[in-house]
Nanobody, 123 residues
């Protein structure tokens, strides 16, 4: 079974930094892209950052210049370095991967989500 396990969330003061990690495990054939999304109470889930297997990156407008996404392809892991955190960054952060995995005798391509990790920024 393919799964994503996130870590690194927590409580930080405004202006501080956190680093999130997300590791994919299971019978993975390949990963096309990994990324982070976030969802605050009462709001829609929004893009934070994504990175493709060719290391092309994309960022949400509100985090550009403050957050950096990177990836360790050999370990199927994606990182999100978050600097200059603001109270409005408080949210549950979800890891996402678009990947192909082995399902008995066939390959399946799907989007997989992690369980989410809470990031709280105090002002």
């Amino acid at each position: 079974q393919v799964q994503l396990v996130e870590s690194g969330g927590g409580l930080v003061e405004a202006g501080g930094s956190l680093r999130l990690s997300c590791a994919a495990s299971g019978p993975i054939h390949s990963i096309d892209a990994m990324g982070w999304y976030r969802q605050a109470p009462g709001k829609q889930r929004e893009l934070v950052a994504t990175i493709t297997n060719r290391r092309r990156t994309d960022y949400g407008d509100s985090v550009k210049g403050r957050f950096t996404i990177s990836r360790d392809g050999a370990k199927n892991t994606v990182f999100l370095q978050m600097n200059d955190l603001k109270s409005e960054d408080t949210s549950v952060y979800y890891c996402n991967a678009i990947l192909t995995y082995y399902d008995t005798t066939r390959l399946v391509t799907d989007a997989i989500w992690g369980q989410g990790t809470q990031v709280t920024v105090s002002s």
